[in-house]
């Protein structure tokens, strides 16, 4: 079975602190993402890593970096956290080959105060 | 990026049950199609793939209609333990994926 493990379940910060998210996958996936879902706006793509030290912006990157210095991990940076970026933030990794679906982590509950 | 829309429900229904979801997509590239299942505070996770032809699997079917850019979902003989939100997604590019806002389904004695 294909494992995505996040760092933590639930995270609280405080407006301007610098938060990191890491997400690790077993299965040797080349590609990674991060996403946030929010209620009544869906998943929304952050940011993508197809190799290492590779990274792609998604739909909503602005706030956001990342970091794949390794296959199996990506980690997802608030640089400085505000209130809008509470969320729910899920981590995915999928092989590069073919029409291929995407394995999610269990998800990081972040509340920023 | 192009968009997949969803009836955001929710369907309540007894058990027993047959509900119908549907999906549109507006990207007529779009490649590939799946239905994932997301309960409430997890992950999503994948229901099934969505074929040109249409598959089943157990109570489950799915059915792709490309003329008209919707997919759907039938559950049939609903199972309390079928209450979920339904995710429609669209791999419109390589490993991108588009999802839908979901469908919330909730499956009542």
């Known amino acids: 079975d294909v494992k995505v493990t996040q760092s933590s379940r639930y995270l609280v910060k405080r407006t301007g602190e610098k938060v990191f998210l890491e997400c690790v996958q077993d299965?040797?996936?080349?590609?990674m993402f991060w996403y946030r879902q929010d209620p009544g706006l869906g998943l929304r793509l952050i940011y993508f890593s197809y190799d290492v030290k590779m990274k792609e912006k998604g739909d909503i990157p602005e706030g956001y970096s990342v970091s794949r210095e390794k296959k199996e991990r990506f980690s997802l940076i608030l640089e400085s956290a505000s209130t809008n970026q509470t969320s729910m933030y899920l981590c995915?990794?999928?092989?590069?080959?073919?029409?291929?679906?995407?394995?999610f982590g269990p998800g990081t509950r972040l509340l920023v105060l | 990026r192009k968009e997949v829309e969803q009836d955001p429900g929710p369907f309540n229904v007894p058990e027993g049950a047959t509900v119908a979801f549907n999906c549109t997509y507006s990207?007529?590239?779009?490649?590939?199609f799946f239905w994932y299942r997301q309960d409430c505070r997890k992950e999503p996770k994948l229901l099934m793939s969505v074929y040109s032809s249409g598959n089943e699997d157990g109570r489950f079917t799915a059915q792709l209609n490309r003329a008209s850019q919707y997919i759907s979902l039938l559950i049939r003989d609903s199972k309390l333990s079928d209450s979920a939100t339904y995710l429609c997604v669209v791999n419109d590019a390589g490993n991108m994926l588009t999802f839908g806002g979901g469908t919330r389904l909730m499956v009542k004695p």
């Open positions: 299965m040797d996936h080349e590609n």
């Open positions: 995915a990794s999928s092989f590069v080959a073919g029409i291929e679906t995407q394995y």
């Open positions: 990207n007529s590239a779009s490649q590939s």
